[in-house]
């Protein structure tokens, strides 16, 4: 060869030109559609949510979801099922969310913020113990189209704060981590049908994400605050995974809220593959503590034999029903309210309630 330099440049052209063109699916051969950036200045109005989604199930709740005009979308869990220790497994179960088409239509138009449950975690109920945690924390943030340089990318756990609005009209979302620094689940007593029993002295958060949380918590300046788990927080009596299987970290949770007082405190959650609207009264405050359940997307309850599970902080009905929740804010009076809904598939409306003050 008389010019070595022609022929290295012909051995790379192949590469650089792949290198160079958009990023295609290995499904469909389209460009991937760019979700929108987090509206950081502007007054939120609608906050759409949900959990449990599989991908091999049909995704019409994204049509649904998007005929409310939400300003905002947050995932809280099981956004894949990917019970996993093969990374290249869940990138590419996260890459088939990614491009379904209702959903590259959804992110076109809303704004996307999340956390991981158990399921996307990479273990059905999966605690600290998960080893390959770390990466699967990156893959779900590349899901959420997270920046490299993002605090959250640098940190051990998933846990993130976002404040929206400009002052006096300030919503701050607080979504918290209950996997990666999470305690080992205690099984129930044999025969009994109780899956978990109390862990006494077991962690949900880890000192470092609850050092972080009190900071976040006073030092705000919100007046509202959404604070979001894929666990339940209030429930008590249902047999699953919640909060109240560590009891110690759901107590410290109630007292720091009931401590520092957030103003306009609302708590999401997701995984049980139903809705309900939960109400709580701090006990140094006497203030209500509302919690919004909505699970799942996909799929829900196959049996109606738990239509009476108990719950002595539930308000209204329990719905067995795919669908998602949203949150409405109305911004006009000296102090912002709030109103819940949770709608499933042709925008069908389950539950309306108007939060006090």
């Not at 705000?220 to 788990?229: F, N």
């Not at 405190?265 to 701090?282: K, M, P, V």
């Amino acid at each position: 060869m008389k010019n070595p330099l022609l022929f290295l440049s012909f051995l790379l052209l192949p590469l650089i030109t792949a290198y160079c063109q958009p990023a295609t699916t290995p499904w469909d051969g389209k460009p991937l559609l760019r979700k929108q950036k987090l509206p950081l200045h502007t007054p939120l109005q609608t906050i759409a949510f949900g959990s449990c989604n599989r991908v091999d199930k049909d995704q019409r709740m994204w049509t649904a979801i998007l005929q409310n005009h939400p300003d905002l979308w947050i995932w809280l869990g099981d956004n894949i099922y990917a019970d996993t220790d093969d990374m290249q497994a869940m990138k590419t179960m996260y890459l088939q969310q990614k491009y379904t088409p209702e959903y590259q239509a959804f992110i076109q138009k809303t704004p996307v913020i999340g956390i991981w449950d158990d399921h996307d975690y990479g273990v059905n109920d999966g605690d600290k113990n998960y080893a390959p945690k770390a990466i699967s924390q990156q893959l779900m943030l590349d899901f959420l189209d997270v920046p490299a340089k993002a605090a959250v990318r640098q940190q051990q756990g998933a846990y993130q704060s976002f404040t929206f609005g400009p002052k006096g009209q300030r919503v701050k979302i607080l979504l918290l981590d209950g996997r990666y620094f999470r305690d080992e689940l205690h099984p129930g007593p044999p025969g009994s049908g109780i899956r978990y029993a109390p862990n006494p002295t077991g962690d949900m958060l880890g000192e470092a994400q609850w050092q972080w949380l009190e900071k976040e918590l006073r030092s705000s300046d919100a007046q509202v605050h959404i604070i979001g788990c894929g666990i339940q927080f209030l429930a008590e009596e249902q047999k699953y995974e919640k909060w109240a299987n560590f009891p110690a970290a759901r107590a410290r949770l109630l007292r720091l809220l009931d401590q520092t007082r957030p103003a306009g405190a609302f708590l999401i959650s997701g995984d049980r593959h139903i809705a309900e609207l939960n109400q709580y009264t701090l006990p140094e405050s006497g203030q209500a503590l509302y919690e919004l359940t909505s699970s799942g997307l996909t799929h829900t309850w196959s049996f109606g034999s738990g239509a009476n599970e108990p719950n002595a902080y539930r308000i209204g009905d329990l719905i067995i029903e795919r669908n998602f929740g949203l949150i409405y804010i109305d911004w006009a009076g000296d102090t912002p309210t709030l109103r819940v809904e949770v709608r499933g598939l042709e925008n069908k409306r389950f539950l309306n309630q108007g939060i006090p003050k």
